[in-house]
Every structure is written in structure tokens, then in C-alpha cells.
């Protein structure tokens, strides 16, 4: 028997952020079990207070996409009051949370992922070298401008916002902001100096417009034989470096996938409905399981609490749905075994099914059928899904193809600003209502539902990409999609398992967002009190 | 609209230069771990001089290095859970004592904190890096979800708020222009008199050169009354019975002198 219990934590230097226990069989992961083993009640919070306390409440939730959880908490609200959204309300809310996400990709990629790359067990790889002079931390040649120019897309939303993160500048009815010209014209110079000193100089060694043409694998690896550019830029090297040392191979995950899409056609969503949403989307949303696209409906998702420390085995609609935590302990003697609900949802003939929400869900979601004129339609990772499957490098690549993509939708909605119109309409505050809103953060489907009575929240669920992705096992025992991908998972050295930071970083998850009290143990912090003085 | 008022006045940009930049960091939602914000808050909202630039920097971790491009001094505000000394306890500890690198394995963006944005500053803003930077630590009581500041963190916090307020930065913040008029009153701007003199009564001293201005809590034990003079909200007080013949006309540059607790004036115009 060569099978091996390993416990790691490969997200976080934190112990107890996510713990992860794989079984290992022969050097290969056969089974795996994530533990988010933090409590954070938002939802209990909300209860009883004001319907915007939404606003102030989850963008708090996390620091890296307080943007994100500000934009759905907006639209819950603009939803169940049933407001009048200006169409420049629409667009400024659109280049908010799309510059969000533009800071998110290189930040992300340099600062988090890529130093997975210079990983000493590739160092059998001829371009195992060239990695470790771009990628090295603080001192490879593209970490450097792609961690520093990252800061630049969020001061466009700063413009915009007031501040970022966490701005609560979005409100039902529209946005608190009344910029100027120069506003405008700051934020484009902005973005076109991101775009031209990272994106293109750097990312692609190309123009946007010419990787935005790839609509297929083939056309990905014929562009990166194209010219020494491409061949030599980052993502030209990237993709030669995944497919030499595998990480086109495993990290492929549930194959199922889940997009609720985000950023809104501004006239087709002036009056924002739940029911009217997918027609309005751009990035459009959209079920893909077993081989099959379907249209995204809210209703049909549930949360499964049959292995999360939760009282019982429920499978609530996030409208009825509970927030009701037990004790860990307890929790466990009953296989319970995560603070993570599972979110799943129930695909027409297939029933209820984990997906993977994320870059390559929208992706997916965007090589759907029946796209309407003004919404996002683009074959290529569909045709990669079929063509090599999902892997790592495929997740990768989706996320930093949404960089040239997301660059051009924010240029266009900030020359669509109409200075001289309105940017919110006064809306009536019913005291009765339900609301559903959603959008895409950098890392997946981002959603709240919010149940008002008596001019209260009754109700208030939030449910995030990291939930979708991280969640436990559920009642009929399907291994969430985290789970799943790191099943199938070589491990070279088990002292050092990279290939599940690899896995579970592809997801870019998010846990550890919360108490962020200096908790330095040994530190002698005693010579430093003031108390005295004061 | 209330929910987004807060943001107005916080900073529009990530590089404008500044005297003095106060980044709290910290959870609003998890108890006294909010405390940072909270201050930040409670700073926007007495106002600050144009050259002090506030951040909430919430969870942010990384944006905070960003953030201290251009400032030359920099406090950063956090809660702290030593579990060494009693809640309330204040560290007032120099930025390179505390400044450590993320680790890079399980580098994670989300866990990224001030600690790690010090030592990541340096890299990113190299000679940029501000000259000066200090870090207040509120050791914390309660960090559950939704709870209030407790009341040891709350009494620590207006220690730090005290404290910042005698930065150098906001010294020059609290002066205030002032004027004796040749009928024996004293002018005083709204803001000054806000922020000064919320009692709207004052005792008035002749002391050397200089006139010294001390604010009472409000007119039950006596004084002199601060009287509204326009809509701004100006204020006027009648000194020429303190001063009698020795009023020193014309507009003063007055400073507030946190220590004596009183609002101080040069007799003489050039000072």
C-alpha cells in the first residue's frame, strides 16, 4: 500500500486560512478534502439593518475585490427597489469594476502565481532559467514593472470612487461622483499608459487588437511562433514554459462551470429586473456542464451545508437560506468538516452539480450560443476546452486574456460618458422587496440576495467565487471543484508539494480577508508602550 | 446620501505628494480589528490640512505600499493581538522595527498586511521610500464578527487621535486666522471656533507678548461669549474689557497650543 495522507496549507502563510489533506497513491493525488476553518458571518451581521448596509458591509469582506462586492450589492439593491439606473451610472459603475479586475491580473499574476514558476523542482527544464530571470520575486526583469504598474488601473477607480478599496461610492440608483473632463481624460491616460508599458510592451509583445484575434489554440501557438516579440514576451514564454514542464496536464478541475456574468448594455438595464439581466450583460452569463451550455437562472441555486460546520443537511435558495454555524467539533464527529458552504446548482437534467466559478468560466460562458449584438463572443477557450482541456495553464490564460479584453471595454464606455447627463436617479425606498445582484470579481461569479421586510433585511446571503470553488463535499458526497481538480495531481516531492499551490492558486481564492490584527508572536512589542506618555 | 459620504474626502490619488500620510488598516467588520478605519474616520470628519492625505486601507495589504508614494512621513494605525498586554494598550513602534517581508512560499495576496507592504515599499518606491514612518498598534479585545469597539480600544484610540493631531503636519493645521477690530472684538473663523471652541465660551488672557485664548465648556461658570457674527458661522468675541487700552488691531495669525489646551495670539502682526 503506497497510499499517503498529506496535510498541506498551500494558500497561505496562515495556518488555518485553508488546510488541505490529499490522499497520495503512487505519486498521484487520488483524493482531497478542503478545510476553510474560519467562521465569517457576514450575513449574520446584516441581519435587521438598514437595506444599504450591503454597501458599507461586504465590500469589507475583502480587500482585494471590495470593488466587486460593492458593484453586486448595488444591483441587489437597484433590483429589489426596482430604481432607475442612468445609462453614465451604468458605464462608471462598468469601468469601477472592470479596472478592479485589470489590477487584479498582472498583481495577481507576478506577485502570486508566477513565483510558483521559479520553483527549484522545474529546474530540470531548459527554460527553467529564463523563468527564474523574469518571474524571481523583486528581481526578475517582468516582475518588477508588473507588480508596480498594477497599482495604475485602480487609480482610475480612485478617480471615479473616491478611493480604493473599499468605496461606497455605488448606491442604488446609480453612482456618487460627478466627474469632469479632466477626470476622464486623467483616466484614460492612465489606462493607454498601462496598456502600453505592460500589457503590450510587456504581456503580449503584441497590440491588443492582434491577440484579441486568436480564436483558437492553433492560433494561440501559431501566434506565438509568429515573431520574436510574441515568442519572447511573457505570455509567449509562459505557454512554451507550461507545456514543457506540464502544467498544461492536470489542475483541470470539475469541467462543469458556472458564470453570472457582469458589466451592463446601459440602456438595455435602465430599469434593472432579475429577470431582464442576462439579455442586458456583456460579459455574458451561462452554465456549462457535460458538454452543454445553459442559461444561467438564479433559482436554481442552492447551498449545501451537508459537510460544512452548519446545524443539519440543508440544501437552501440563498432567499431562504441559513446562516446558523456549530461548533467545529461537533461539526466533525458528524463528517462535517468546513466553514465553507457548498454552493451547487441544479443543471436541467443533470441535477444539482458543483461548478467551477472563474476566468475560464466566463470564458466558457462567452463561447455560448445566441449572443446578442452587444455582448461578448469569443470561441477561443471553448475550442482550447476541446481541443488540449482544462488545466492550469488554460485557467491562466483565461484570466490574462480578459487584460486585452477588459482594456478595450473600459476605454470605450469612458469615451461613452456623457458629462452633461446624469449619474443617478433618487430612488424610492420600498419596504418590501427581494433583490439579486451579481457580477464577475477577478477570481469568479460574485453574488448577493437580499430579502427586505418591513423596510429591514430579513435575509441577506452572499455567495463568492471562493464558495463556489472551495466549497466541501455535498450531501451526495461530489467533491467540490477545488477538490476535484487537485485529484489526478503528479507530486514530484512530497516535502514540497508545488503542484497543489499550483492547483489551488490557479483558483485564486479567497480566505484570509478578515481579522488582520498584527498578531507577531516573540516580537518584543512591551518596550514599545506609550500608555505612560500620553 | 450618507452611505457615500465618507469616501468624499479621502485620497483621490495615488501620487500626490503630502507632508503626512495616516493609513488605518483593519476589519470594520470584525470588532476592534476596525479600529485603524475607524480613526481614519473619525480624522476626515474634524477635517485635516490640505497636506495630511488619509487612507482607509481596510484589508488591503498591498495597496497600502502603493499608497505611500510621495508622502514624507507616514503613520500607519492597526489593531494588534500580542496577547501580551492589557486591550488598549498603544505601541508606538518605528515602521523598520516591524517592516518584514512576505514570505514567498504561500505568498498570498489576501494576507498580504502593513508589515509586508513596509518592507514591499522600499522595493517599490526605492528612493522614494518616505524618510519617516511610524506605526500605532492598539492591542484588541473583541475581534468577533460585527462587534463594536470595546471600550478600552475606543479610550486608546482617542489617545492615538490626540497623538496624531500633534504631528508637526497638522501643528501648522491648527492655526488660524484671526482679528481684532478697533471696537474691542475678536474675530475668530468658523472653523477654528468649531473645532476650538465647541462651548462657545472662552476666558481671554493678556500673557507677555501674546494673547492666549482658552475655551470653557460653556457659559454656566462665566467667560466671555462667542458670538455668531454671519451664516458661516464666523464667531466674535468682545476682549476690550480683558485688553482695555493695549488692542493690538488688525488681522493675527492665531496657534493652537495643544498642550497649554489654548488658542495663542502674537500681539504683534509678524509672527
Not at chain 1, 484579441?212 to 501566434?223: F, I, Q, S
Not at chain 2, 500607519?76 to 523598520?96: N, S
Not at chain 2, 484610540?157 to 488660524?176: G, H, K, Q
Request: charged fraction near 20%.
Amino acid at each position: 500500500m503506497t497510499a499517503v495522507d498529506l496535510f498541506v496549507s498551500p494558500l497561505g502563510r496562515v495556518e488555518g486560512d485553508l488546510d488541505v489533506r490529499v490522499t497520495i497513491e503512487d505519486g498521484v493525488v487520488t483524493s482531497a478534502w478542503t478545510e476553510a476553518a474560519m467562521f465569517r458571518g457576514f450575513e449574520i451581521i446584516l441581519q435587521g439593518k438598514d437595506p444599504q448596509a450591503g454597501l458599507i458591509v461586504t465590500p469589507r469582506i475583502c480587500g482585494i475585490c471590495g470593488g466587486s462586492h460593492l458593484y453586486k450589492s448595488a444591483y441587489a439593491l437597484d433590483t429589489a427597489w426596482r430604481t432607475h439606473l442612468p445609462p453614465n451610472a451604468t458605464r462608471v459603475r462598468n469601468i469601477a469594476q472592470a479596472c478592479e479586475t485589470l489590477q487584479s491580473i498582472p498583481r495577481y499574476f507576478y506577485a502570486l502565481f508566477a513565483i510558483d514558476l521559479t520553483n527549484k523542482n522545474y529546474a530540470k527544464s531548459k527554460l527553467y532559467e529564463e523563468a527564474v530571470r523574469r518571474f524571481a520575486p523583486y528581481v526578475g526583469t517582468s516582475y518588477g514593472p508588473g507588480v508596480v504598474l498594477s497599482g495604475k488601473p485602480v487609480e482610475v477607480y480612485a478617480i471615479f470612487g473616491g478611493q480604493w478599496p473599499h468605496s461606497s461610492f455605488m448606491v442604488p440608483g446609480g453612482v456618487m461622483c460627478a466627474p469632469t473632463l479632466s477626470d476622464v481624460t486623467r483616466a484614460i491616460a492612465i489606462l493607454e499608459h498601462w496598456k502600453d508599458n505592460w500589457l503590450e510592451k510587456y504581456w503580449l509583445g503584441c497590440s491588443v487588437d492582434r491577440w484579441l484575434e486568436n480564436k483558437t489554440w492553433d492560433d494561440v501557438l501559431a501566434w506565438v511562433d509568429e515573431n520574436p516579440s510574441q515568442h519572447d514576451s511573457d505570455c509567449g514564454f509562459f505557454i512554451r514554459y507550461c507545456m514543457d514542464v506540464g502544467l498544461d496536464k492536470y489542475g483541470a478541475g470539475v469541467g462543469n462551470y458556472l458564470a453570472t456574468g457582469t458589466y451592463f448594455q446601459p440602456e438595455l438595464y435602465e430599469n434593472p429586473t432579475i429577470d431582464g439581466r442576462n439579455a442586458a450583460l456583456i460579459n455574458r452569463s451561462g452554465i456549462f456542464a457535460n458538454g452543454q451550455f445553459h442559461e444561467f437562472d438564479q433559482a436554481r441555486v442552492r447551498e449545501d451545508t451537508a459537510h460544512s460546520f452548519y446545524e443539519g443537511s440543508t440544501q437552501l435558495h440563498p432567499f431562504e437560506g441559513e446562516t446558523k454555524p456549530i461548533d467545529p467539533a461537533v461539526g466533525r464527529t458528524q463528517g462535517k468538516y468546513s466553514f465553507a458552504k457548498s454552493p451547487r446548482y441544479d443543471v436541467p437534467g443533470s441535477g444539482y452539480v458543483p461548478l467551477e466559478a472563474g476566468p475560464l468560466a466566463r470564458r466558457m460562458a462567452a463561447a455560448g450560443p445566441n449572443a446578442g449584438p452587444h455582448q461578448d463572443d469569443d470561441p477561443l477557450f471553448l475550442d482550447m476546452h476541446n481541443r488540449i482541456g482544462p488545466s492550469v495553464m488554460v485557467r491562466q490564460l483565461a484570466r490574462m486574456h480578459e487584460a486585452p479584453k477588459y482594456f478595450k471595454w473600459a476605454r470605450k464606455w469612458l469615451d461613452e460618458i456623457d458629462l452633461h447627463d446624469s449619474f443617478y436617479t433618487k430612488p424610492i425606498e420600498h419596504a418590501e422587496g427581494k433583490g439579486f445582484g451579481s457580477t464577475e470579481a477577478a477570481r469568479g461569479s460574485l453574488s448577493d440576495w437580499i430579502v427586505i421586510e418591513d423596510g429591514k433585511i430579513a435575509n441577506y446571503q452572499v455567495v463568492t467565487p471562493t464558495a463556489w470553488n472551495i466549497g466541501p463535499r455535498d450531501a451526495a458526497e461530489n467533491l467540490g471543484p477545488i477538490e476535484q481538480a487537485m485529484v489526478g495531481s503528479p507530486i514530484v516531492d512530497q516535502n514540497d508539494p508545488v503542484e497543489l499551490g499550483h492547483v489551488a492558486r490557479s483558483f485564486d481564492s479567497c480566505l484570509v480577508c478578515t481579522v488582520h490584527a498584527y498578531d507577531k508572536k516573540g516580537r518584543e512589542l512591551s518596550k514599545f508602550v506609550i500608555n505612560g506618555d500620553i | 446620501m450618507s452611505t457615500a459620504s465618507p469616501q468624499a474626502g479621502l485620497a483621490h490619488e495615488a501620487n500626490t505628494s503630502c507632508a503626512l500620510l495616516v493609513v488605518g488598516c483593519g476589519n470594520l467588520l470584525r470588532g476592534d480589528d476596525g479600529v485603524g478605519p475607524i480613526l481614519v474616520r473619525h480624522l476626515w470628519e474634524g477635517g485635516v490640512p490640505g497636506d495630511v492625505r488619509l487612507v482607509d486601507g481596510g484589508t488591503a495589504g498591498m495597496d497600502v505600499a502603493f499608497q505611500m508614494r510621495g508622502a514624507a512621513r507616514v503613520v500607519i494605525v492597526d489593531a494588534c493581538a500580542t496577547g501580551e498586554g492589557e486591550p488598549g494598550t498603544v505601541y508606538k513602534v518605528p515602521g523598520p522595527a516591524v517592516e518584514e517581508l512576505p514570505p514567498l512560499s504561500g505568498l498570498h495576496t489576501h494576507s498580504f498586511r502593513w508589515d509586508n507592504a513596509l518592507a514591499f515599499a522600499r522595493w517599490l518606491l526605492k528612493d522614494e521610500y518616505p524618510a519617516d514612518v511610524i506605526v500605532y498598534l492598539i492591542e484588541a479585545s473583541d475581534l468577533s464578527p460585527g462587534a463594536e469597539l470595546t471600550a478600552p480600544v475606543r479610550e486608546a484610540m482617542r489617545r492615538v487621535l490626540t497623538l496624531i493631531r500633534r504631528e508637526p503636519a497638522f501643528r501648522d493645521a491648527s492655526s488660524a486666522s484671526v482679528e481684532f477690530t478697533g471696537d474691542g472684538y475678536l474675530r475668530i473663523d468658523a472653523h477654528a471656533a468649531h473645532e476650538y471652541f465647541p462651548g462657545d465660551a472662552a476666558v481671554v488672557l493678556p500673557k507677555d507678548d501674546e494673547v492666549w485664548v482658552l475655551p470653557l465648556r460653556g457659559t454656566a461658570s462665566g467667560g466671555l461669549l462667542l458670538k455668531q457674527r454671519n451664516a458661516a458661522g464666523d464667531r466674535a468675541l468682545l476682549v476690550r474689557e480683558v485688553l482695555a487700552d493695549d488692542l493690538p488691531v488688525g488681522s493675527r495669525t492665531a496657534h493652537w497650543d495643544e498642550r497649554q489646551g489654548a488658542l495663542r495670539i502674537s500681539r504683534s502682526p509678524e509672527c
